[in-house]
């Protein structure tokens, strides 16, 4: 069963500290791995974007890394701010011959307190 | 400036009751779709629609109908309301199926 699971499900960390995400999935065949941030009240925005073939990408202080072999996922978030506040969700799109759907993990919230 | 809208925000409503949901886009996209997230965080699609045409149409009851009259509009109709249809419910454009989604502010919907 095509599924993604986020953990911690919530976080609490100081302005300043770096945090890391983990996503673990089991989607197949797999096609990509995005991680969106959905600030609350408002719709997820796309942070990210991996294929199979990249391990790390960097979008400002966040770092996307992915492990095709362990089917793992991290986002690190470096030097928080507070508004870094927001669930961060991982989001796997089976491949596009077997369907193309994607598949949602439950999220991760964040907050960061001053 | 709004990239994807959706109106109204918030929907308050009794049970039974019949209610639709607009989303516009202006960003030009072929794709758009419904997006159910519940009181989990859970996003769940529901629907989406390529060029007018449907091309996804999960488990959803069939009192809820989308409606596209362009590529730029995507409305969700939702008849005989229930309790566990409270939720938010997500608007989303792309410019292909295989392109980055861009979700609207999503509209909050509570039936009492």
């Known amino acids: 069963k095509n599924q993604v699971e986020q953990s911690p499900q919530s976080l609490i960390i100081l302005e300043g500290k770096n945090c890391t995400l983990q996503c673990n999935y089991t989607v197949s065949p797999f096609s990509n791995l995005r991680w969106y941030k959905q600030d609350t009240g408002r719709g997820p925005v796309s942070l990210t974007i991996m294929t199979f073939s990249e391990n790390t990408k960097s979008n400002g202080r966040y770092t996307a890394t992915l492990d095709a072999d362990t089917k793992q996922s991290s986002l690190h978030i470096t030097a928080s701010q507070l508004s870094d506040s927001a669930s961060y969700i991982c989001?796997?799109?089976?491949?596009?011959?077997?369907?193309?759907?994607?598949?949602f993990g439950q999220g991760t919230e964040l907050s960061v307190k001053p | 400036d709004t990239a994807v809208s959706q109106t109204p925000k918030y929907l308050v409503t009794q049970m039974g009751n019949d209610k639709s949901i607009k989303c516009e886009q202006n960003?030009?996209?072929?794709?758009m779709y419904w997006y159910k997230q519940d009181s989990k965080k859970f996003l769940k699609i529901m629907f989406s629609y390529n060029n007018k045409e449907l091309i996804i149409n999960e488990t959803v009851p069939n009192r809820f109908s989308p409606k596209s009259p362009d590529k730029a509009h995507l409305n969700l109709h939702i008849n005989s309301l229930e309790l566990g249809d409270s939720a938010v419910y997500f608007c989303a454009s792309s410019q292909t199926v295989r392109e980055t989604q861009y979700f609207g502010p999503g509209t909050r919907l509570l039936v009492l």
């Open positions: 989001v796997v799109r089976v491949f596009y011959n077997q369907g193309g759907k994607l598949i």
């Open positions: 960003l030009g996209h072929d794709t």
